[in-house]
T-cell receptor, first 112, second 115 residues
Framework: QKEVEQDPGPLSVPEGAIVSLNCTYS??????FMWYRQYSRKGPELLMY????GNKEDGRFTAQVDKSSKYISLFIRDSQPSDSATYLC????????????FGPGTRLSVLP | DTAVSQTPKYLVTQMGNDKSIKCEQN?????MYWYKQDSKKFLKIMFS???????INETVPNRFSPKSPDKAHLNLHINSLELGDSAVYFC??????????????FGPGTRLTVT
């Protein structure tokens, strides 16, 4: 089993739809959870960051972490064509310092 | 002002050659990283440096060697390039965890093609 798993997509939705992106992981030591957005031929950029379990909202984006299920989600409300990108989840633990582990990414297309 | 910059943006070279990719960050971060992103978009960490000391060295071939002349720079040297080295290489930086920041800032990537 890979350390972090993510459905690669592609996922196509109409403009205005609610998008749900998910990752599962196996390492119970992970404490910090991030979502990155990567546009084609660009570097990843941080969207959301959460610590431990719970929800965090930022504009149209909501991140959820369920540590008991080892499952994290990113919801995008009122999706826009400009949201079309690859979304990568990432996580790390407290003990291993700088080791960020990334999921393989989900490619999202929001159709106008 | 570019936070994390990489040069070159594109690199096309032949098998067996030696090449370097440079990275600089102006964020004052303590830790820098090199990642490899393959054709399936999987982003995998190769190295990280914290205050000029290597703290993670994943199972990458020893043909790859990171060099950090100072806290703001982390260069990647690749010897005897192979076809399988073709990928996009990203540099990133972050503050030391525990000092208020857990996010990484990525450079624009260097697209390496080995022919």
């Amino acid at each position: 089993q890979k350390e972090v798993e993510q459905d690669p997509g592609p996922l196509s939705v109409p403009e205005g739809a609610i998008v749900s992106l998910n990752c599962t992981y196996s390492n119970s030591a992970f404490q910090y959870f991030m979502w990155y957005r990567q546009y084609s031929r660009k570097g990843p950029e941080l969207l959301m960051y959460t610590y431990s379990s719970g929800n965090k909202e930022d504009g149209r984006f909501t991140a959820q972490v369920d540590k008991s299920s080892k499952y994290i989600s990113l919801f995008i409300r009122d999706s826009q064509p400009s949201d079309s990108a690859t979304y990568l989840c990432a996580m790390r633990d407290d003990n291993y310092g700088q080791n960020f582990v990334f999921g393989p990414g989900t490619r999202l297309s929001v159709l106008p | 002002d570019t936070a994390v910059s990489q040069t070159p943006k594109y690199l096309v070279t032949q098998m067996g050659n030696d090449k370097s990719i440079k990275c600089e960050q102006n964020l004052g971060h303590d830790t820098m990283y090199w990642y490899k992103q393959d054709s399936k978009k999987f982003l995998k960490i190769m190295f990280s440096y914290n205050n000029k000391e290597l703290i993670i060295n994943e199972t990458v071939p020893n043909r790859f060697s990171p060099k950090s002349p100072d806290k703001a720079h982390l260069n990647l040297h690749i010897n005897s390039l192979e076809l399988g080295d073709s990928a996009v290489y990203f540099c990133a930086s972050s503050q030391v965890p525990g000092q208020g920041s857990h996010e990484q800032y990525f450079g624009p990537g260097t697209r390496l093609t080995v022919t």
